[in-house]
């Protein structure tokens, strides 16, 4: 098998990265930018990049996902992308007539040393940008960070470009965080259900979930539009969910729109929705309506009905850091022992701390990694398992080659359906997640369970 | 629907019996900046034919996102050791990019060929390698030197080119893997098969034909690949090279150095894979039984599929396809393929065909056929809607485009998880169309209490 090639005594690895658990900024980039209304993600770097991002995205979504290239030469790489951006934004405007080019770099692009804005003040100056379209950019250099920076970078280059201060509305504006079209919906449902008027961006439910309508439709429905990120710099305060993924979007509207900014953990699990839900109350001033105070206790519910068989479960996790922090959360509420944790994310120093905080009930049995790699993580499993494993789809070999039990959660999920529709975060989501772990825990016990100790009721 | 406007640049690149009236194709292009084309880099192509090779170690020089993309992403299928399925990158950071890689590099390489003891090393230059100006074949040298087993830089730097560059790049460090193993116990019926990349076991069922008819496989190049035997792989006599662009480079190369003649062959279809068979029986006529035996194999084999393939053809007859695929030499197969079983092709086109290519599709294709090169899905869908078809064929990225469409799908590229060649692939492929064609599925559109 794929993973046998694992071997299990761990040497320190300095220039090498093996089955890595990040990929680069700019597919991040896309993903953001998928979630503005009417916009094309541009890449601006060879055919390749671009071509990746979209067959990555495509097989996460099982969706259509477009973008457009500058589709570098060798000419371009020696004497600067300008000519072929120049002609991509005149004949994208042309041929798609998108609302909006969101342009990203690329590792050659940065490298090379274009200069985004000073391209699209020509293209401007030239005429070749229509009345009432946009082109906005985010420098997302391959080299630095991962795919979740370059969500990050993207996000916050919607508040730079777009966020115009002004008479203090009563909206509340809502960052969701590297998160599937579900969990964005989820989060604006949350925000509804308490009577909160709310701006998400990005936004892409209803972009990367849509129907089957026979037809297709290169700009399809979902999206915020570039009037609400303009109301934006108008709302009463921002939520950014997620440290890595959001704090930026929301600090960078804090200063250009003084729009008070609060950084919360993704709300995954309980605690974390209860924080969300808390803070959101406060920024708008209202009150937690019957209907969410009924799913919240709904999901304590199930959890009591089935906690003595949470107990204890030693769980190995790969993931984004925002996700990790926040499942860790959700593990050690359902008495969990959340033990392994690696991110390839290189999320710093602080990072690492807050989750060795939360996680210092562990332990000598904890083991972090920021950055790490999968081929790490499963030394560790080789060197002692765990009960169950969460992470994404390329986790499967190690479930397999050392049969752990498997949640899929994370990016890419490539070979399971559901991400798209249901929700991981808020009261919901979380009941999901347990249900899915429950799942995959009981299922397990059974299979391994003797005729004798088979029970017909858990 | 409203016509969708064509780029103008583009116009030479699509052919519409409404629309212009002589045939003649420009291709064999880049992508116009700003196009949505369905068409990937350099890169992706050198990755694609190496990959299979599956005890080398395949290194990916460059930032992490080249090696993570490529991860285990082809069922390109090995029968023993699945090195090629790990994902090795030297993940390169800010630092390197300014200070420079072939330190990381170098260091990575020892570790890694302590680690598994591979037969060779692939390295891949991606776009920064290009820029930055590491010296990858230097970094190979020396690590071939010290660590004793071939460690081929791979040029294949996204830029410089399209994926058939990266054919080629790839082609470039097989050839010098070529003439450097022991070829004394091959016999002189013997070939190569270029171009096969075992996605779900094709290359597993075609060397087994050849083996029937009395023809030694000497090296499948590169599906279910071993160093060991691209080594000897100037030791056959013949080379069969499948798919349009991706090995005739290589084939070119062995027949300047060794001599070695090459044919083209296709695989897909009952006609294409019988074709091949006899193109390669016809090859060496000085062995006695050979053309019998081939016959046998081929009555035997078609016998044992066409009833099925009958039956199929009942429910399938006058539905329409639309294919759109990387070579134009898939499409060919696949315009004869869907013929026998009742279809018509209303769009062919691809990523990667050159001028007689087109000139070829269009002969073999009807009158009113819509012929696309580097098509963006805008056109796609147009043409799909415009020719009313049932199913499409394409990869990846065609495949949520059709399904929004409302129509069936048959990925005929690596996302295949059935063997498509030979003559029981087509009778998988016929099942395959089939169910997608016949799916409750379409019909579910509206609501029907």
Known sequence: MLLRHTNAEIKERKALTVNPAKTCQPIGAMYAALGVHGCLPHSHGSQGCYAYHRSTLTRHYKEPVMAATSAFTEGASVFGGQANLLQAIDNIFTVYEPEVIAVHTTCLSETIGDDIPQIVNKAKADGKIPEGKYVFHANTPSYIGSHVTGFANMTKAMVDYFAESGPRSRTVNLIPGFVEPADMAEIRRLATGMGVASILFPDTARVLNGPLTGKYRMFPEGGVTIDQLRQSGTSIGTIALGVMASAPAGLAMDSKCKVPCKVLNLPIGLHDTDLFVDTLRRMAGVNVPETIDLERGQLVDAISDWHPYLHGKRVGLVGDPDQLLALSRFLIALDMRPVYLVTGSPAGKKFEESLRDTLSDMGDDLRIAVPGDMYLFHQWIKDRPVDLLMGNTYMKYIARDDDIPFVRCGFPILDRMGHSYFPTVGYRGALRLLEKMLDALLDRKERDSSDIEFELVL | ?449
């Open chain 2, 1 to 449: 629907m409203r016509t969708i406007p064509l780029l103008r640049e583009r116009e030479k690149q699509i052919f519409d019996k409404a629309g212009n009236g002589t045939f003649e194709m420009a291709c064999d292009r880049h992508s116009l900046a700003g196009s949505v084309s369905q068409r990937a880099c350099v890169f992706c192509g050198s990755r694609v034919v190496l990959y299979p090779i599956a005890d080398a170690l395949h290194l990916v020089h460059g930032p992490i996102g080249c090696a993570a993309y490529t991860w285990d992403i082809r069922g390109a299928l090995s029968s023993g050791p699945q090195l090629h399925r790990m994902s090795f990158s030297t993940d390169l950071g800010e630092r390197e990019v300014i200070f420079g890689g072939e330190p990381r590099l170098y260091k990575a390489l020892c570790e890694l060929i302590a680690t598994y003891r591979p037969k060779a090393a692939f390295v891949y230059s991606t776009c920064i390698v290009g820029i930055i100006g590491d010296d990858v074949a230097a970094v190979c040298r020396r690590v071939a030197r010290e660590q004793g087993i071939p460690v081929l830089p791979v040029h294949s730097e996204g830029f410089k080119g399209t994926k058939k560059d990266g054919y080629k790049a790839a082609c470039d460090a097989l050839f010098s893997l070529v003439g450097t193993g022991d070829i004394t116990d091959i016999a002189a019926v013997s070939i190569n098969i270029l171009g096969e990349f075992n996605i779900g076991g094709e290359a597993w069922m075609i060397r087994q034909y050849y083996e029937r008819m009395g023809v030694q496989v000497v090296s499948v190049l590169t599906g279910d690949g071993r160093v060991d035997d691209v080594r000897r792989a100037h030791g056959a006599t013949l080379n069969v090279v499948q798919c349009s662009g991706a090995m005739t480079f290589l084939a070119e190369q062995m027949k300047e150095r060794y001599g070695i003649p090459y044919i083209r062959a296709s695989y897909f279809g009952i006609e294409d894979t019988a074709q091949a068979l006899y193109d390669v029986a016809a090859h060496f006529p000085d062995d006695p039984g050979i053309r019998e035996r081939t016959e046998t194999l081929v009555r035997d084999e078609v016998a044992a599929v066409m009833p099925e393939l009958r039956h199929i053809r009942g429910d399938l007859e006058g539905k329409r396809a639309a294919v759109y695929v990387g070579g134009a030499f898939k499409v060919f197969s696949l315009i004869k393929a869907l013929r026998l079983i009742g279809m018509r092709v209303v769009l062919a086109g691809s990523q990667t065909g050159n001028a007689d290519d087109y000139a070829h599709m269009r002969a073999l294709c009807d009158p009113d056929t819509v012929i696309l090169d580097d098509a963006n899905p805008l056109e796609l869908s147009r043409f799909v809607i415009e020719k009313q078809a049932d199913l499409f064929i394409g990869g990846v990225k065609e495949r949520p485009i059709a399904y929004k469409l409302g129509l069936g799908f048959c990925d005929h590229n690596h996302e295949r998880k059935t063997p498509l060649a030979g003559f029981e692939g087509m009778l998988h492929f016929a099942k395959e169309v089939h169910l997608t064609v016949t799916s409750p599925v379409w019909a579910l559109l509206r609501r029907t209490p």
